[in-house]
């Protein structure tokens, strides 16, 4: 038996801000949170508690402004990394609203980041197989490689193509942005069963961020955090997604 | 455009283009013709002064003709290289009765040049005419390509402006039969210090014909500027018209700046569809993160978006040497771009 190789993720004191009109505005104020290999985090939180925001700034979007604290993988400055850098290092992001770009054929994508990622080309028979192959378990139209990127996919197809991205890009830690959200029954099927073969096959490490219970039933988390207000305000084990469900969040927001 | 002067003197030039030309298959021909007959094959009189310039000195035309019935199959290329000084010229081309080809003419090398293309589709003539202008960075050019198409005649054209330090390129297409049809792409990709400008006029004069036309520009550096101007008029007999025309531009960098005009005349309620759209936005930054967050670097994300804007475009040419050139020289004008972000 061999032993996955252990990575961790960790995040300290985290503060972020957004320039607004009004002014520059703190999202994040202030979140803990260490994602190791194999485990699984759930977050759940209110619509506007900073969710994308903690995502995005993982990820090193822009638009997000780093006050205080410090993101680390494997003890290495994450907010040091320029975005590519990021996922070189490990990082992956399934965004809430993944981007269109017009012209660019998803194969061509696909294996340009791949090529990047690894710091070479894939060997082109196995990388065309691993490709076809991961696109058939996510029910995946082989026709969807000569399309552009996202180009006019639907919400759902979008969310199995960010699945397809993890599944071929083996990243050591990804953050998943309401992957979850708009998704029939069938397809939340389909795309827990492909985080589910990520976590065994490479072990890997994921922060689920979700508004609903129902695909916790098919990625089983180990925490649940709780996020209010652009911080931690909560956290237990699988128990207490039961109970957000059924009390909603308004004890929390009565503190803050 | 103070530059355009020297295009404008009412004066013969002494310099000319050195022609390399591909073979010509039976039913093609490429000859010269005299002041008097170019005067009368070209399809109407030139439009701007520049073009007039160009018929009235260029000393006669070369006249490229296809028999009808002719159907070439491989592309006719024509090269014109440029090695300086003031230069007029005048081409015709005539495509005759249900003949089909392509013909691909690039102009590189440096020159002062003003021109007049003469395009002329006899009925159910097929010609797709792509004109590369892939000048030096010195190069001064005001050309005028002038279309009639007989019935049921069909003209793709394509334009690709990459080079030269001002190019101006009008096109005008007139029907004169019904049930005929225009395709006219362009692109162009304008750097500091260059000024590209393309005015289409699409006449629809007849009834049931199609015009379509989607140019699509980058523009880099400070002072790089375009001009698009896409004029259609759909006249009171032109029942049955159906026209679209599209203009984008993507600006890379702070300063550049690109102009866009669309404007549509319609004089009948009779048409089948006529709209236009027009659009300049700055590079995507939501793009570029989505690249970037899959480990692409930003050279090669902004290489995969502005190929990715062009991408549709260039895929319509139908002439595949044509089409990996311009990929490549998209590339290449990236590079530049890339050396100037690194300076801001
Ligand atoms: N660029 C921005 N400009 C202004 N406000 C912003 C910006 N980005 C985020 N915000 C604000 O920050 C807050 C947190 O937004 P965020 O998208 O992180 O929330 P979320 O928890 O992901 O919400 P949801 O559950 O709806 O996805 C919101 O109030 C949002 O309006
Ligand atoms: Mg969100």
């Not at chain 1, 012209?103 to 070479?120: C, H, P, Q, Y």
């Not at chain 1, 219970?213 to 207000?229: A, E, M, Q, S």
């Not at chain 2, 293309?117 to 797709?128: P, R």
């Amino acid at each position: 038996m061999t032993t996955a190789p252990q990575h961790t993720l960790e995040i300290r004191n985290l503060h972020v801000t957004v320039e607004t009109p009004e002014g520059v505005k703190e999202i994040l104020k202030g979140v803990d949170l260490t994602i190791r290999s194999g485990e699984t985090h759930a977050i759940m939180g209110p619509n506007g508690s900073g969710k994308s925001t903690l995502a995005y700034s993982i990820a090193g979007h822009p638009k997000y402004t780093i006050t205080e604290g410090s993101v680390t993988l494997d003890g290495e400055d994450v907010l040091e990394m320029s975005v590519d850098e990021r996922a070189k290092a490990g990082l992956f992001l399934a965004m809430q609203y993944p981007v269109e770009v017009p012209g660019v054929s998803v194969s061509n994508f696909l294996r340009t980041a791949k090529t990047a990622i690894d710091g070479e080309a894939p060997k082109l028979r196995t990388w065309v197989k691993d490709v076809r192959g991961a696109m058939e378990n996510l029910r995946m139209d082989p026709a969807f490689g000569e399309r552009g990127v996202n180009e006019g996919f639907s919400g759902g197809e979008k969310k199995r193509h960010e699945i397809l991205q993890m599944e071929l890009l083996q990243p050591k830690i990804a953050i998943l942005d309401e992957t979850d959200s708009g998704l029939d029954v069938d397809a939340l099927r389909i795309v827990s069963e492909g985080v589910n073969r990520a976590k065994e096959t490479t072990g890997l490490g994921v922060m689920l961020i979700t508004h609903y219970t129902r695909i916790l039933g098919y990625i089983k988390p180990d925490y649940v955090h709780v996020f209010v207000n652009g911080r931690v305000a909560e956290e237990g084990g699988p128990e207490l997604a039961d109970r957000l469900e059924a009390e909603g969040y308004d004890r929390y927001l009565a503190d803050a | 455009m103070r530059e355009l002067a020297p295009l404008f003197a009412d004066e013969p030039a002494a310099g000319h283009l050195a022609w390399t030309t591909s073979e010509l298959p039976a039913g093609v021909s490429l000859t010269q013709v005299s002041e008097d007959d170019a005067r009368t094959r070209t399809v109407r009189a030139p439009g701007d002064r520049a073009s007039a310039v160009a018929v009235k000195h260029a000393g006669g035309a070369m006249a490229l003709t296809f028999a009808a019935n002719t159907v070439v199959d491989e592309p006719i290329t024509i090269d014109l290289e440029g090695t300086g000084g003031d230069v007029r010229g005048h081409l015709l081309i005539e495509v005759g009765t249900s003949a089909e080809a392509t013909v691909v003419i690039t102009r590189t090398g440096t020159a002062r040049y003003s021109e007049l293309v003469s395009v002329d589709l006899a009925d159910n003539a097929s010609l797709n005419l792509v004109l590369i202008q892939q000048w030096d960075a010195d190069a001064i050019h005001a050309g005028e390509v002038l279309a009639r198409l007989g019935r049921d005649a069909r003209l793709r054209g394509t334009v690709a402006t990459l080079g030269g330090k001002v190019v101006r390129l009008n096109t005008s297409a007139a029907f004169a039969g019904e049930g005929a049809s225009v395709d006219l792409f362009g692109l162009y990709f304008a750097d500091s210090g260059q000024h590209q400008e393309h005015q289409l006029f699409v006449d629809h004069a007849v009834p049931h014909c199609t015009s379509r036309v989607t140019y699509k520009g980058a523009l880099a550096g400070a002072t790089a500027r375009s001009v698009w101007i896409g004029d259609v008029l759909i006249r009171a007999a032109a029942e049955g018209t159906d026209t679209y025309e599209l203009n984008r531009n993507l600006v890379l960098t702070d300063g550049a700046r690109a102009d866009s005009v669309p404007n549509l005349e319609i004089e009948t309620g009779e048409i089948a569809g006529a709209g236009h759209a027009s659009a300049t936005g700055r590079f995507d930054e939501e793009q570029m993160f989505y690249l970037r967050s899959r480990g692409i670097s930003e050279d090669q994300a902004r290489k995969l978006v502005v190929r990715g804007f062009f991408a549709d475009l260039i895929r319509e040419i139908g002439v595949p040497a044509v089409e990996s050139s311009l990929l490549n020289q998209i590339d290449s004008e990236l590079a530049h771009v890339e050396e100037v972000i690194e300076h801001e």
